[in-house]
């Protein structure tokens, strides 16, 4: 199944290695590492120009990891991922 993640933007629940919420998780050190380097490796993908509440990361073999930054909160994404299920 797709999830939306908003603005026409959907991706396969297979691909996702985790949903989290950007506000509380970008205060540690290792996330917002890890978010620094995935912007220096072109992996992020900003769904909207809203104000963020979420990013997914998603892994795929052909293209590598991405990150996609949502403003739909997790609560909400993972909704969507247990209804697809």
Do not use: W
Not at 41 to 70: A, H, L, R
């Amino acid at each position: 199944m797709y999830i939306h993640l908003g603005n026409e933007i959907s991706i396969s629940d297979k691909r996702i290695v985790g949903i989290f919420d950007l506000e509380g998780s970008s205060l540690g050190n290792d996330t917002r590492e890890y978010l620094k380097k995935s912007t220096a490796k072109n992996q992020i993908v900003n769904v909207s120009m809203e104000m963020p509440k979420s990013f997914i990361v998603c892994n795929d073999n052909k293209t590598g990891d991405k990150v996609f930054i949502s403003p739909i909160s997790v609560t909400t994404l993972h909704k969507r991922a247990d209804t697809s299920i």
